[in-house]
Nanobody, 123 residues
């Protein structure tokens, strides 16, 4: 019921930066409890990059801690992933995930995934 649309991926040189966006939309209200970014490189399993809960807990993968920042704009129902100091190991398809409640009375649970956006780091 809640759709996530991702944008911001592309080709960047090593050491560069990108900001991914994930816009949530649906019929009725949306209240996000947990949001997260995942990525999947060719031949590898999908892995958690960063996540944040409504309680304020934020978790980062060891490989991105200090370089990536997860954030949200509640007024726009949009999630972000700021990626700095990118290297070739960051090349992957990045997916947005959000879970919470929706509907006019927030009476329905949801857990949605974006379609994925390609990030390629190459010289």
């Amino acid at each position: 019921q809640v759709q996530l649309v991702e944008s911001g991926g592309g080709l960047v040189q090593p050491g560069g930066s990108l900001r991914l966006s994930c816009a949530a939309s649906g019929r009725g209200r949306i209240s996000i409890n947990v949001m997260g970014w995942y990525r999947q490189a060719p031949g590898k399993q999908r892995e958690l990059v960063a996540e944040n809960t409504s309680g304020g807990k934020t978790t980062y993968a060891d490989s991105v801690r200090g370089r990536f920042t997860i954030s949200r704009d509640n007024a726009k129902n949009t999630l972000y992933l700021q990626m700095n100091s990118l290297n070739a190991e960051d090349t992957a398809v990045y997916y947005c995930n959000a879970a919470g409640r929706t509907g006019w009375t927030l009476g329905q649970d949801f857990n949605s995934w974006g379609q994925g956006t390609q990030v390629t780091v190459s010289s």
